[in-house]
């Protein structure tokens, strides 16, 4: 084993791993009602928590509900649409495998890549920026991610991205949508698990103002499963003792002041504006979208989109019995939707949590519909 291995299995030691939920159930119990509800907003968390059967250690007062995390869950239609829309001009289109299927108004890009659109799959901007060099026609790379990937996009576009080379951005800034979260009318959250991987790039302080408006705890936590553990520790040891706090339980990659360099980067490209989030709300400042210095790289800017005729050819849809929206904003689990497994599975999805392997649908599919391991009575 490598030294990164060694490493992350410090952080899967099964022993600590139940001490820490016999700390997680005091603490619970010191808190003395139940449930008590914590978010985490990031596809990584549910992901390692369902990859390691963190749910089956968790008190059952506990619920640790998945917020809208996942960015290609929340890349809303219209966004689907205009890549899908430059498509079918002939425009060549390369974007990540999980965009394909996630379904536009009328067609998803996997169904315009079938009709003889081209699209190619990519693992990287870079990879995006390589393949049009090679090309002696237009490439659009559809950009979707959170405030780390959006880091990757707008370093490209500082370096020297061939002419042929545009960005259609659908990028989110995750800090934005907690607010909404938390100003929801029926929201049970009362405290955040913060992504850690976008904190490395924005740093903890980004969420003090956000705590001191909504007097809700924020800790940020990593990805193995003690990391995820403590962080839920630190958070319920906030709750019960109604300390509104930001606690960094990341410290070996989160400062406060996070990446100066990366957001600097990320800043000079983009800048926030307010944006439909799919399934969510429009979300203020939620959207990154590319300055008025980038507007050649700009595929918005650069070509004429018309995604009003794929309005007009809209088949009819489940899509409006989809509750993607409520998933992701806590008030309901997929097993609460009439479609999953039915009508909607991985393979033919109705809604977007159904698509990407960070979607709630898709992760609660892929471990057999539900996430608590125990069984039923056990449950009870
Ligand atoms: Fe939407 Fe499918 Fe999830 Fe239902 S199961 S909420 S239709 S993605």
């Given at each position: 084993m490598n030294d990164a291995g060694r490493n992350a299995m410090q952080f899967r030691d099964p022993a600590r791993a139940a001490q820490m939920a016999s700390l997680l159930e005091r603490l619970v119990g010191e808190i003395g009602?139940?449930?008590v509800s914590v978010m985490h907003v990031c596809g990584s968390h549910e992901q390692a928590i369902a990859r390691f059967g963190l749910r089956a250690i968790f008190?059952?007062?506990?619920e640790v509900i998945m917020g809208p995390g996942c960015p290609v869950c929340v890349t809303d239609m219209p966004e689907v649409d205009e890549a899908v829309a430059l498509a079918e001009d002939g425009i060549r289109i390369a974007t990540y495998g999980?965009?394909?299927?996630?379904?536009?108004?009328?067609?998803?890009l996997a169904d315009a890549q079938a009709a003889g659109a081209k699209v190619d799959v990519v693992y990287s901007v870079t990879q995006a920026q390589q393949l049009a060099a090679k090309l002696d026609e237009e490439l659009v790379f559809f950009a979707s991610g959170f405030e780390t990937t959006a880091v990757a996009t707008a370093a490209v576009l500082l370096g020297?991205?061939?002419?042929?080379f545009s960005i259609l951005s659908a990028h989110k800034y995750i800090p934005p949508v907690m607010e909404i979260v938390a100003e929801m009318p029926h929201t049970r959250v009362e405290g955040f698990l913060a992504a850690g991987h976008a904190a490395t790039i924005t740093?903890?302080?980004?969420f003090e103002r956000f705590v001191e408006r909504h007097r809700i705890p924020v800790v940020v936590a990593g990805f193995e499963p003690l990391d995820i553990l403590a962080g839920l520790a630190k958070l319920l040891e906030l709750v019960r003792d109604r300390r509104p706090e930001v606690a960094n339980m990341y410290p070996r990659c989160v400062t406060?002041?996070?990446?100066r360099r990366a957001q600097e980067v990320l800043w000079k490209v983009f800048r926030p504006v307010g944006g439909r989030w799919r399934g969510i709300a429009h979300v203020p400042n939620g959207n990154l979208r590319l300055r008025d210095e980038f507007a050649r790289f700009d595929a918005r800017r650069r070509f004429k989109i018309d995604v009003s005729r794929l309005w007009d050819y809209?088949?009819?849809?489940?899509?409006?019995?989809?509750?993607c929206g409520d998933i992701m904003a806590g008030i309901a689990s997929p097993s609460s939707c009439s479609l999953f497994g039915k009508q909607c599975e991985p393979d033919n999805p109705v809604g977007a949590c159904m698509v990407s392997t960070e979607g709630t649908c898709r992760i609660w599919h892929q471990y057999?519909?539900?996430?608590?391991?125990?069984?039923k009575d056990e449950r009870a």
């Open positions: 009602r139940e449930p008190p059952r007062a506990l999980d965009m394909l299927r996630v379904p536009g108004t009328a067609r998803s020297s991205p061939p002419p042929n740093g903890c302080a980004i406060r002041e996070g990446n809209a088949p009819p849809s489940l899509a409006h019995s989809c509750i057999g519909g539900q996430l608590d391991l125990r069984d």
